[in-house]
């Protein structure tokens, strides 16, 4: 939210089997041997700016994220 209390930033949960090919085929990529956890949607002012996925390898949590089109991403929360 911004000072006015207007919603500037949405994070919403996706189902690894909705998103678009290339966006799932990079998260897959970046977790590497790891196993994607949940991915969330980012978006900001009604666009989807990023792919947030939560990545556990070896019993560790790591995240990893996208732009929409697939490519890595320079988005910051």
Request: glycine share 8%; aromatic share 2%.
């Amino acid at each position: 939210m911004d000072k006015t209390g207007a919603v500037v930033e949405i994070d919403e949960q996706v189902a690894i089997d909705a998103l678009p090919p290339p966006v799932r085929a990079e998260l897959q990529a970046k977790a590497g041997r790891g196993k994607l956890l949940k991915v969330e949607s980012q978006t900001k002012n009604g666009t989807v700016v990023a792919y947030e996925a939560q990545v556990l390898t070896k019993g560790k949590k790591a995240e990893v994220q996208v732009n929409p089109d697939g490519r890595a991403s320079e988005h910051k929360k």
